[in-house]
């Protein structure tokens, strides 16, 4: 059983930065693809930025290409998502969310474990 752990999430102005921390328990993360979805009210979750269980090839939604960067910590059983030059459209609550295999998948059916999600809200 993996469970995920979310923060980092909160209040900035548009231009403003965040940084998005997923804390992972159990032994397979290092061997887990792991993914950033997201979800505004209203509206299904959606992949935002996914990086393979090796760290070597990370992906992004083009709404966030260039603006926010994934990283992980195989040490520290954790996985970032840094955004920069946030938009009031990006204002959602975001999700940490692992799959059991190596390769990033950009649909939400495929991941098994997820984070409880935390709040980012991007005022204009």
């Known amino acids: 059983q993996v469970q995920l752990v979310e923060s980092g999430g909160g209040l900035v102005q548009a231009g403003g930065s965040l940084r998005l921390s997923c804390a992972a328990s159990?032994?397979?993360?290092?061997?887990?693809?792991m993914g950033w979805f997201r979800q505004a009210p209203g509206k299904e979750r959606e992949f935002v930025s996914g990086i393979r269980a090796s760290g070597v090839s990370t992906y992004y939604a083009d709404s966030v290409k260039g603006r926010f960067t994934i990283s992980r910590d195989n040490a520290k059983n954790t996985v970032y998502l840094q955004m920069n030059s946030l938009k009031p459209e990006d204002t959602a609550v975001y999700y940490c969310?692992?799959?059991?295999?190596?390769?990033?998948?950009?649909?939400?059916?495929?991941?098994?474990?997820w984070g409880q999600g935390t709040q980012v809200t991007v005022s204009s």
């Open positions: 159990g032994r397979t993360f290092s061997s887990s693809a």
């Open positions: 969310a692992g799959r059991g295999g190596v390769l990033v998948s950009t649909l939400v059916s495929e991941y098994t474990y």
